[in-house]
């Protein structure tokens, strides 16, 4: 087996890299030094997002994700920069306390609902976020 060290990776033609495509049914090696094939693309995380619900619902930082609507008290949509192609996709929603519990409300394609509950009552929290993985449109 040959080892390639080098400090950019070119497509032929292309410049600074930003031409490389990984198919999905790309070999990788896992941590135990096994190859495996494993749809690279779709695991990987496709959008996520942190969110602040206290005074002026604000994003503390974001990836794929094109604005943010305060609904109401504990209730934030999220929108995303780029779709997902289908309504089946894995998302992952957490708050700063974690106590009653942070969720996912159904969204579409195109955007979600953050929902956080404390004490019986939707709550507003400073530190909420989520991430998703799934396939893009």
Do not use: P
Not at 6 to 20: E, F, P
Not at 40 to 47: F, Q, Y
């Amino acid at each position: 087996m040959s080892t390639i060290l080098a400090d950019t990776v070119r497509k032929t033609g292309g410049t600074l890299g930003v031409d490389i495509r990984v198919k999905n049914t790309s070999v990788y090696e896992s941590d135990g030094g096994t190859s495996v094939t494993q749809n690279i693309v779709e695991s990987a995380i496709k959008h996520w997002t942190i969110v602040d619900q206290t005074g002026t619902t604000v994003s503390l930082g974001s990836f794929n994700q094109s604005s943010l609507t305060d609904v109401n008290t504990g209730r934030t949509d999220v929108t995303f920069t780029n779709n997902f192609s289908s309504f089946n996709k894995c998302t992952t929603i957490s708050n700063s306390y974690a106590l009653d519990g942070s969720w996912y409300q159904v969204g579409n394609t195109t955007n979600y609902r953050i929902v956080n509950f404390f004490g019986g009552a939707y709550t507003d929290f400073d530190h909420s976020s989520g991430k998703i993985t799934g396939d893009l449109a």
